[in-house]
């Protein structure tokens, strides 16, 4: 470590100097040369810490800046700077982008969240009118009356199971859908069981879908163009009634309506009877649709005057034939 001594040099008296261009004098002080040693200033260990301390900018970070003189060094250059001028590094751009990306789709989200609140339990949405369609065994009234718990509800809050669950006890309903029409109208599309034959119970006659569920009954077997199933293959014989109401079911509505009975010694020898009273031999239920169209070309045929047709036999659907 270098010496703190500084030299000091202290000249005679003017009376011992001699005067410039005189001759030396025989005795004379000698010339004192001295050092003295230079004291630093005492530091204030508190000021020191204070000064020293890291400062916090106000975008949270921390800059040291040392005081000496007044003066704070700058981190970058060493330089002293004013101790009140702090540098505040700007946020990164990426990261201001995304903040204001996610504030904008909170926002968003916020207002949607809003808007479908509303619309779910706004009694503005109220049902207020059902409107029926592909009713024939039924009445609208009838699905109407079913639905009556759907009344006053918001529009958005009715649900197809809801409406399906409601309209079980109507038996003629296979299933059903809605559609809704803003502001009050809540549309219901029904589609009906078919009916394919009637059983004989009673006094009356039941019509029959090809489940075998019951849709209505009449006293007037002629008001109901449906064949009649012959009692002995009624509902007490599960499998001849299938066979039967599966072939029944096939025939076109225009050839149904022309059938009077429909019977089976077994599932594989099933027979109709028209109107006219001409024969039917269908077989079993085995390519049902094929025989279905041979059968509906069959009767469209003219008729042969020299000809006389009792029996269309479509038990073998691609070789049908008449005698």
Do not use: C
């Amino acid at each position: 470590m270098a010496s703190t001594r500084r030299p000091t040099f202290k000249p005679g008296s003017d009376a011992q100097r001699a005067a410039p261009g005189s001759p030396a004098i025989g005795k004379q002080d000698p010339v004192v040369i001295s050092a003295e040693r230079a004291v630093e200033p005492a530091v204030n260990i508190s000021t020191a810490k204070d000064t020293l301390a890291p400062k916090i900018s106000p975008k949270g970070k921390a800059v040291r800046s040392g005081k000496r003189g007044g003066k704070a060094a700058s981190p970058a250059s060493g330089e002293m700077t004013d101790p009140g001028n702090v540098i505040a590094f700007p946020e990164p751009k990426r990261r201001r982008v995304r903040r204001h990306v996610l504030w904008t789709l909170l926002g968003v989200l916020a207002v949607v969240a809003l808007v479908v609140g509303g619309a779910v339990f706004s009694p503005a949405l109220a049902v207020r009118t059902i409107t029926v369609d592909g009713t024939k065994l039924l009445t609208p009234d009838a699905v109407r009356t079913a639905l009556a718990k759907v009344q006053g509800k918001p529009l958005p809050q009715v649900t197809e199971q809801e409406v399906g669950e409601l309209l079980k006890p109507l038996v003629q309903v296979r299933s059903a859908t809605i559609e809704a029409r803003p502001p009050s109208e809540l549309l219901v599309h029904v589609e009906e069981r078919v009916p394919v034959a009637l059983l004989k119970q009673g006094d009356s006659f039941v019509m029959v879908d090809v489940d075998g569920v019951q849709l209505g009954a009449t006293q007037d077997q002629s008001a109901v163009a449906l064949p009649l199933i012959d009692a002995g293959a009624g509902a007490g014989n599960t499998a001849l009634f299938k066979s039967i109401a599966a072939v029944l079911n096939t025939l076109p509505a225009d050839v149904l309506a022309k059938m009077s009975t429909a019977s089976a010694a077994s599932p594989d020898a099933v027979e109709l009877k028209l109107v006219d009273g001409k024969t039917v031999v269908w077989g079993n239920a085995e390519d049902r649709e094929l025989k279905a169209k041979a059968l509906e070309a069959l009767l469209k045929m003219p008729p042969d005057p020299k000809v006389a047709v009792s029996v269309y036999d479509v038990s073998v659907p691609r070789h049908p034939f008449t005698k």
